[in-house]
């Protein structure tokens, strides 16, 4: 199994940042809550730390744990730990992503999520 961090992160605005996975990335063309895989001795939430200072060029602050999900791409068990997060800081420079967007929780339903996203994106669509 392969846990896996995401963060929801919210702006002033109350606005939840998603990006979508670039052409030859595993899941491209797929939206996602950002994040990665947890290394080793890691917590998730350092590891949303680095990862969005890594893949977005932002500073974050985890602050609740929201859930997990399960899920199996093929033989590949993922497990996804997702944290609210808040933004704190700096311009996003995407590397595995080809776009992003603030979006609404009420506007997630017009985006074709990763499967192992869309448990997220339906509570917070409520």
Not at 38 to 51: N, P
Not at 100 to 123: C, M, R, S
Request: glycine share 8%.
């Amino acid at each position: 199994m392969i846990r896996v961090a995401a963060a929801i992160i919210e702006n002033r605005q109350g606005q939840l940042l998603i990006a979508r996975r670039k052409k030859g990335k595993s899941q491209e063309g797929l939206w996602e809550f950002p994040g990665g895989k947890i290394e080793h001795k890691e917590t998730a939430e350092e590891c949303l730390k680095r990862e969005l200072r890594e893949e977005m060029n932002i500073e974050i602050e985890p602050y609740a744990y929201f859930g997990e999900n399960d899920h199996w791409y093929g033989q590949t068990h993922i497990r996804l730990i997702a944290y609210r997060a808040r933004f704190v800081s700096g311009e996003i420079r995407l590397v595995d992503h080809d776009e992003n967007v603030w979006v609404n929780p009420n506007q997630l339903g017009e985006f074709t999520f990763a499967p192992a996203d869309i448990k997220f994106v339906e509570l917070l669509s409520r």
